[in-house]
């Protein structure tokens, strides 16, 4: 197989499922994986070469397997600022019906990770076996944890490889890694939604779409109901970032309809809800499932199954009602005004994600350790007219230095203009 990758030639489906085999029982050497990881970037497998790799990669380890009497369902994002929509929609989706296995990672780099997020809670607990896992979502509706040792072990040292050879970027491999994971949950019906924006894995708008295409397509071709949105990450998908400021925005969302919530978070969970309903059979459209888990939240038993998965995840029995006191908080917390009145105009998103790593609550290794009191809210968002009476952001630090240095850094990375300004388009193309 690589001697076929050296000469340009896409390898067969069924090399490609022994050199997964190797990965997962370590007959491959890392040596060989890393040639491999080079050959598919000099020589794309194409769609059917990405399906077989996925599928082995999926079969390489533990596939569950559900007796539930509705879908089983998931999400998976590529990766954003401020985006805390799994913390809302997997209990909106068990509300209406689904079940939500959602296998989830930790965040490394300036894209925070939905367990770090959870690991603010206090007691929560994201490693479990896979019978725990079933029981809760049998019971609940959803869970979200980490994947175990079982799950996809090929894609866990090819990553490694990919990693250290800088192949992260290959189409093929970020698929077939995306999508050996979740498949591995058993499900029937996966949303995707990919990112583009300044915040983004893929900033520009052309390599989302592509890689939408190609999740859709290799999802579809191993037998799951897949499709993609693109939306915008040209500003964080929360007006907070940081682990326990993202669980307090997702806990406004759940639990006050009013003004407090984030309009820009609810919009996505809704998109992504409606969708993942559609595909799973609970509703005739991506339209009526966004009316559906709209009301999930509205009425509040989006939030009442969010603290039971709390509670059966190891977290506090009453975080619905105190979840503000079960919180931990920065002992500094910098309001950043503006200079002078203007309207927000541009934000650079990265910048905010690489404050929040650099103030500690982000990876730049694996062994990081996390501080989950850090970070940014009160986020201005794009559009928003800013006089010098309001916030632009606020930062959370653990010290006066680190928010001062912080807060610079925030204020170079929002520009404001004088005249009015039309925020990009949050939903963008669905692809089926």
Request: glycine letters at 12%; a negative charge; hydrophobic letters at 45%.
């Amino acid at each position: 197989m690589l001697a076929d990758l050296r000469h340009d030639r896409r390898p067969a489906p069924e090399a490609l499922a022994a050199f997964a085999e190797g990965l997962a029982d370590g007959s491959v050497t890392d040596a060989q994986a890393g040639a491999f990881a080079m050959g598919v970037c000099r020589t794309p497998l194409g769609a059917a070469g990405r399906a077989a790799l996925t599928r082995a990669m999926r079969d390489g380890g533990e596939v569950l397997q559900w007796d539930l009497d509705g879908p089983v369902v998931d999400k998976h994002s590529t990766g954003g600022v401020g985006d805390c929509t799994s913390l809302v929609l997997a209990p909106a989706l068990a509300v209406c019906g689904a079940y939500v296995p959602m296998i989830s990672g930790r965040g490394l780099g300036h894209t925070g990770g939905t367990l770090d997020k959870l690991a603010a809670i206090p007691g929560f607990r994201t490693e479990m076996q896979t019978d725990e896992l079933q029981s809760i979502v049998s019971r609940v509706g959803c869970a979200i944890v980490g994947a175990t040792a079982d799950i996809a072990p090929a894609d866990r040292r090819l990553y490694a490889v990919r990693d250290v050879t800088g192949t992260v970027e290959s189409l093929d491999l970020i698929v077939a890694s995306i999508l050996s994971k979740k498949l591995a949950e058993g499900l029937e019906a996966l949303v995707l939604d990919v990112k583009s924006g300044s915040g983004a894995f893929m900033p520009d708008p052309n390599d989302a779409r592509a890689l939408a295409r190609a999740l859709v397509e290799t999802g579809q071709a191993n037998g799951v109901m897949t499709s993609a949105i693109v939306t915008d990450m040209s500003q964080p998908a929360a007006p907070a970032c940081g682990n326990a400021l993202e669980v307090i925005a997702a806990m406004e969302a759940l639990t006050e309809p009013g003004t407090r919530r984030s309009a820009r978070l609810v919009a996505l969970v809704r998109a992504l809800g409606g969708e993942a309903l559609a595909l799973g059979g609970l509703v005739a459209d991506a339209a009526a499932g966004a009316e559906k888990i709209g009301a999930a939240l509205q009425s509040g038993a989006a939030a009442e199954v969010f603290g039971r998965m709390v509670q059966a995840q190891g977290g506090p029995s009453d975080f619905l009602e105190r979840w503000r006191d079960r919180l931990p908080a920065a002992p500094v917390v910098a309001e950043l005004r503006a200079e002078a009145p203007g309207v927000v105009a541009e934000i650079d998103t990265r910048v905010l994600g690489e404050v929040v790593v650099d103030l500690g609550g982000g990876r730049r290794r694996e062994d990081d350790r996390i501080d989950p009191t850090v970070g940014i809210s009160h986020i201005a968002q794009l559009g928003t007219v800013v006089t010098d009476t309001q916030p632009l952001a606020r930062v959370h630090a653990a010290d006066g230095e680190a928010a001062a240095e912080a807060a610079e850094r925030v204020a170079r990375a929002i520009r404001l203009e004088g005249g009015a300004v039309t925020p990009p388009t949050l939903i963008g193309e669905t692809i089926r």
